[in-house]
Each structure stands twice: as C-alpha cells, then as structure tokens.
C-alpha cells in the first residue's frame, strides 16, 4: 500500500518531466510550481514527504493547469542545486521550500525571489527577512507550552517528572524553555533532562538510566513520538508501567491511535503536523488558481490530541 | 610474563576506574537491574565489534555494519510480517525471521568480502559505497517512515530481548558465549592464527600457503553472521526498524576493537580486549545519564577523552616494553 503510494509519486514526477516541455509551449496560462524538501531520512520527514506527494497529486488532479515539481536532497547543497535546476530547466513561476538549513539557502531563494516568483518557505526560516512572499510554519513555542500545560494541569504538587530532549537545536531550545516556562508556579519538578535525540534507541537507554537513578518519577515528556515509543519500552521492561504517564509529540499514528482507544498510559498527544507542507503547497497552488490574498505568514498552532477528538488526527496511510 | 600483563593491562584499569567512578556517583549504579541494562545494550555493538576484531586483525576494515544490521532488522521485519497470515502468530513466524536475518548478513558479508577480495577494491571504499546502499534501502523499505513488527508476533518475540535466567537476560547469555568462542578462535584456531599472519604480513602469509582471500573473505562472512545475530536480539527490543536505526554503530565497534587493544593496521587481535572496549563505552553513557556531572551537551566530548586515554594509556606502556 504505502509501497504503491511511492510509487505514484515516482511516476507522477516522471510524467510531469516529459510532459512540462510541451505543455508550457501549448498552453500560456499553464503554471509550474517547484517544491523542494528534505529527504525521508526520519519518521517526521518521512511523513512530510509522503503528505507532499499525496497534495501534489490532489492539486493536479483539481487544477489541470497547474504541474508540479517535486525534489528531495538529503543536504543544502544537493538542494541548491535542485533549485537552481528548477529556475533553468523548468521554469518554475512558484517554490515552496523547506530550507535544509537556513544560511546556505537564503541566497539562491532569493535569487528566485528576485526573477520575479512567488516564494513559500516552510518550517524553518531564511536567514534575512522579507525574502518570502509566504511562511507557513509550526509553532515550536506552542508545543512547548501546550504540553507544559498538560503536565501543570494533571499532576498533583509534589509530583516528579523527567524530559527527553531532541537533537540540541534552537528549535529544541525553544520548545524546552516554553515548556518550563509553562510549569512555572506549578510544584512540579523536573527531575532530569537528556538528549534523546528524537531516536527511539537513545530514548530507551536514557529512560532506562532515569528508571535507574529516580525511585519515584510520575510523568515522562518525551517531547517527540518516536522518542516515547523507546521511553514506553523502558518502562514496560521495568514494570513500572502504573506509575507514570508519557506525553510524546507530532502525532505519530500509533500513538494517535493509542490515545483513540483510551490507553492509560499516553493520556494525551500534541501536535507538529508534518501535513504543514500541505498547507504551504495548497496556499501557494490558491495563489495562482484565485484572487485569494496569499501572502504573510501562517502559523499551525500545536494541539492538544485527546482521546475524544484523536480520530480527526488520524492518517492510517501515512507513514508517520 | 610479568611485562606483557602492563602491556594489556591498560583497558582493564580503564574499566575498573570507571566501575569505581559509577558506583561512588550513583548508589543504584550497581543495582542489578543496571548492569542488566548495559550489558544488555552493549551486546549489539559487543558481537558486531567480537566479528570487527577479526576482520581488522586481518588487515580489513568494515564500514557497513551499522547500516547492514537496520537494513536486515527491515527485512527481517517485512519476512515476519508477510509470513504472519500464513504461519500464525507462533515461533515458526519468528524462526523465519531470524533465520531471514541470520542468512541476510552471512549473504551481505560475503558481498563485502566478496568485493575485497575478488574485485580488488579497498574495504574502505568498498564497505563505504555497501554502507549507503543498506541505508538508502531501508529508508526505501520503510517509506521514509518505521518498519514494525505486528504486535501478536512482537508480544512473542519480546523475551527474546528482555528474558532468560533471572538477570542473566538472552542478549547477555549471547554476547558471552560469542566472546568466548570468538578468543578461542582467535587464540587457539588455525583461522584465528591465519587472520593473524595475514594481518602482519600478507606477502610472507601468501608464500607460507595460506589461502589469503578465502580467509579474508571468512572474516568479512563471519562478521556479517554477527550482524545477523545482533539483529535477532535487536528487533525484539523495540520491534521497529527506521532509517536512523544503528547509526554509527560501524564508528562504536571500530573504537571498542582499538580501544580494547587490536592495531588499526592488523596483525595483532584481542577479542577479550574489544570485549572491555565496548563495556567502557557503554559504561561512559551510562555513568554520564546516572550523574549530573556535566552539560549532557558535553557528553560526547567526554566520550572522545575517555576514548583516546584509554588507548594511550595503552599505546605507552607497549612503546615502554618494545625499548
């Protein structure tokens, strides 16, 4: 199943190759739109690319006169140089890019930007402002605090927590600093606070060593899903699966289905949708089908997942 | 006698400090329940780098096996799943799996040793390119997302990891007796002493009769049926396979061997050596979860002086006893 999906998106890319020289010369109002992404080198981005392709091939089939082109590097050079491709070879009159790292990207989209395209960054920001005509984004800050509040909302004072924490990164920075700031006035204590990489396997030896070195600890903030699968492991390999909850992050869909059928232990979920490209995507496609204003910014606030609305979360085909 | 115990001493004074040092910082350090816990987690690294110290004794050098064990943890996976309707959710399913597994990486090593011996190719190069084609099929396998077991066979499966003898749990049982066999092998085999020759002196081991290619490409074979082996008691633990599983693992066996006293550039292997090798390595990230002694943004930069002090530690005393 997921095997064919690929598969469509391989091919719908192939078509839209041999078929964009023709059809730009046919048809004037015809207009092409690049994306460029990372890679799937981990569960969030492979849930991102799987959503770019699905809303590629939605978009094509609503708007005929609209064609796609989809590029995924697995560094920022490789992805300089899909974009610099898709300015010479295709033609592009709109790019939706999620920069792979801000510095070395800001210069080549702006590039773009000055021939006269419509630019939508995703995610992470360029490093000089106004470059973009639109930023869709997920809120960090938000994730952060929406689960902070969770924690301060449900725990008794007294109550013991320990965190796991991402690859160290500004945006772990600030999800970090907004969820302690959350907890703040509450009696909550933070016991611990270790990278787990947002890596199953680092996640379960660093719960393993909290399960070790705390007697008593409440709840666990894992802060990503793949991170609470590993965390849910070491705690179940302790049996000590009745005394602390955990909260991951990003609504992985095994978890997400967790929480639909009520599972004690992973009482809630927040999100960090990688269906965000969907949204850039779609805007961007607006901007060119209607007269709907499309620029600024947009920011997909984090929800909170739980076991009354998870159904509206749930994607049993994407591989996230 | 006396001068070669100082000679080797050196990873095992390393250990015991260490040891030392967890059990002053941490009073559960010593709990069984821990030592449960590292032993277990370094078993992976532990039977891939006993099957490392052979093929670097031998003058090789194998950059793959991080990848390899994600790739044939995949496919393991699939074979299980796909065989779940058919078979049942019973030990006949899993069998299949591990035995998937086990001929996967007997397969993939004869590649590489394949590729060495009979294409002439560096192991660097050889095992670099095999390293990003079992990445890449992984994460193409698994769609960019996680491969995972059914939960029915994963429930059966699971003891596998986290079962045994009390405290002795399977991984543990596995690592000692692949260590075990393996410094028999090394010490006491004419293949371990055949690796040996070859990694001295490939030229004079070729004009002493020794088949140097069969027994390189055993080595890169034998290596590969240990990455076959971890990944058994791999998949049980978490029952999922990512593109980001065993990341380098290659870069942690390689360490454990040098740490634990073989040369880089062959001729010489310790099994028992790489064996406390990669304990210490398992015992720094240990120590440094269990106490808060720095920054966990150091964690790394600590592993890196402990790495290159234990084998200078090492490397002293042996330019000591050659003056």
């Known amino acids: ?320 | 006698m006396k001068r070669l115990d100082l000679h080797t001493l050196g990873p095992i004074v390393a250990l015991i400090a260490l040891v030392i040092l967890g059990a002053m910082l941490n009073s559960s350090f010593l709990a069984p329940a821990n030592i449960t816990n590292v032993l277990a987690r370094s078993a992976f690294i532990g039977m891939i780098a006993v099957g490392m110290t052979f093929v670097i004794t031998a003058g090789g050098l194998d950059l793959s096996v991080g990848s390899m064990a994600a790739f044939l943890a995949g496919v393991a996976i699939i074979a299980m799943n796909a065989a779940l309707p058919s078979l049942g959710a019973n030990w006949g399913t899993i069998i299949l799996g591990m035995i998937v597994a086990i001929i996967g990486g007997l397969s993939a090593g004869w590649l590489n040793g394949a590729l060495i011996t009979k294409a002439r190719i560096e192991p660097f190069i050889v095992t670099l390119g095999t390293m990003g084609i079992f990445r890449s099929l992984v994460t193409w396998l698994a769609d960019g997302g996680t491969l995972s077991l059914q939960s029915e066979l994963r429930t059966l499966y699971r003891p596998v990891y986290y079962g045994g003898f009390g405290w002795i749990t399977w991984p543990i049982i596995t690592f000692a007796v692949v260590a075990i066999i393996g410094e028999w092998m090394m010490r006491h085999s004419r293949f371990g002493r055949h690796v040996e020759a070859i990694g001295s002196n490939e030229r004079v081991a070729r004009y002493s009769a020794i088949d140097v290619n069969r027994v390189k490409l055993m080595t890169y074979v034998l290596l590969g049926l240990l990455v076959g082996l971890a990944v058994v008691l791999y998949v049980p633990r978490l029952g999922s396979a990512s593109g980001s599983t065993g990341v380098l693992w290659e870069l942690e066996a390689i360490a454990a061997v040098i740490i634990g006293g073989t040369a880089l550039k062959g001729g010489t292997g310790r099994v028992w050596g790489t064996v406390v090798g990669v304990l210490i390595l398992s015992l720094i990230d240990n120590i440094l979860n269990l106490a808060d002694l720095v920054s966990p943004y150091l964690n790394g930069a600590i592993q890196g002086v402990i790495i290159v002090l234990a084998v200078v530690l090492q490397r002293e005393k042996s330019t000591a006893d050659e003056r």
């Open chain 1, 1 to 320: 199943m997921k095997r064919r999906n690929l598969m469509k998106g391989a091919a719908l890319i192939m078509t839209l190759g041999m078929t964009v020289g023709g059809a730009v010369a046919q048809e004037a109002e015809k207009k092409i739109i690049g994306v460029s992404i990372p890679s799937a080198t981990h569960g969030f981005m492979g849930g991102l690319n799987w959503h770019a392709q699905d809303t590629i091939a939605r978009l094509g089939k609503a708007y005929p006169n609209l064609e796609f082109v989809l590029a995924t590097a697995g560094d920022a050079a490789k992805q300089v140089n899909d974009i610099e491709d898709m300015m010479a070879t295709r033609n592009i009159d709109g790019l939706v890019v999620l920069p792979f790292e801000s510095e070395p990207l800001t210069a080549p989209v702006k590039a773009v930007k000055d021939a006269g395209k419509f630019v939508t960054v995703v995610d992470r920001g360029l490093s000089e402002d106004g470059i973009e005509d639109l930023y869709v984004a997920g809120d960090n800050t938000a994730f952060g605090r929406v689960a902070g509040e969770y924690f301060k909302g449900n725990l008794a004072a007294g109550s013991k927590i320990v965190v796991l924490r991402g690859i160290p990164t500004t945006l772990d920075n600030e999800r970090v600093e907004a969820f302690q700031k959350a907890l703040e006035g509450s009696d909550v204590e933070i016991l611990d606070m270790q990278h787990g990489n947002w890596n199953r396997d680092d996640a379960f030896t660093v719960m393993q060593d909290y399960l070790s070195k705390y007697p008593k600890i409440d709840a666990v903030w894992a802060a990503d899903d793949d991170m609470a699968i590993g965390v849910l492991e070491a705690i179940s390999a302790a049996n000590r699966n009745d005394e602390m909850w955990v909260i991951g992050g990003a609504g992985m869909k095994e978890i997400v289905k967790r929480i639909m059928d009520g599972d004690k232990q992973l009482p809630v979920n927040v999100t960090y949708p990688p269906a965000l490209i969907s949204s850039a995507i779609e805007m961007t496609a607006l901007n060119f089908v209607s007269k709907a204003p499309m620029t600024g910014r947009f920011i997909i606030g984090s929800q909170l997942i739980t076991p009354e609305n998870a159904e509206q979360f749930y994607y049993p085909d994407s591989p996230f």
